[in-house]
């Protein structure tokens, strides 16, 4: 969610209030893997501003705000970017942007997107040449909301669905055959960035996270729909926008792992290190979206309670994020394959993936 000045300017005098965090220097620093210009040159003219983020297999596809519905496409080393598909008709505002899995009857590496305001979900065919409105049945007030967040369950819990937030509070799960069961509700919040807690995430342990910009803090929610204000368990994060699980596997090889975050509205996407978080594995990451030099904060289960820590800022104004693992890319190569590859760019290489 963007944030007009005025609101930004007294937001920031009281979020000291819900952001009791540990002061650190912090392991997380970032780079830039998408330039702006290269944003730009591809979508101009129209708003280029980076908001959507996704990992697609053989390519990233991204989103800009606010009033162009044409996403784009950069190759794996964040170059050559082009658009992706044709616009969204009728879109704006912001269009957040997820890959599927291959898993639960949904394709592999599609891209699926938020139509923008009253207007649900959008689908792509992984090289775009197929795009189309993915409507839903059951939950049919999914159709007409404002999709805030996608997130496809790589663990089973949630039936390798889809789940989906939105503005109005709501989280939807969401069956391949486009079958939609309201999961639970948050009244009175915006409910954005969404993802998946690995079993050792405390009392929420395998259940799905999503953030609240709005609340200032984190809410589970179980396979049951019940619903949980990690505010209070301590968990209290000013303008929490994002939330991403650092993957228990991160660090096991390949020049793509990492995180990598949306920095609105002109520093382009931005890339932390794997080796960053060699010692959070397991951890929520979230971003607070402050307008600049927006926060970093690591939430740790300690086995006892929860232990919030500054660990990085982003260059400018957080959006989207998310992680990549070797698992997700694909197996490991062969040392001298790996060298060969990163001699020509990772030109022609295919891959495989589970999630963000």
Known sequence: MLLNNRFLASLCVCVSSVLPVTVSAGPVTFNTFVQQSGI????SPGDTSVIGFAFAGNKFVGSVYPNNSQLYQTNLSGGAVTKFGSPIPGAS??????SSLGLGGFPNHDIYASAGPGAGLYHFSNNGAVQGA???TGATSLNTQYVKGIAFDPFGNYGNDMLVTTDAGNIYKVNSAGVA??????PGQVVEGIDFAPAGFGPVGGQVVVASESANTLFAISTAGVVTNLSTLGVAIGAAEEI???PLNLGSGGPLEGFYAAAYPSSGIQKAAASDFAGLLGDAIVTSEFGGADPVTDVHWNGTSFVLTLVGNLPAQAEDGIFVTQAIIGPP????ATMALLGIGLAGLGFSRRKH
């Open 244 to 246: 991403g699980f650092v």
């Open 181 to 186: 069961t309201l999961l639970a509700s948050v």
């Open 93 to 98: 505002n912001e269009l957040y942007v997820s």
């Open 134 to 136: 993915f409507l839903v």
């Open 333 to 336: 190569l062969p040392e001298p």
């Open 40 to 43: 730009n040159a591809a979508l």
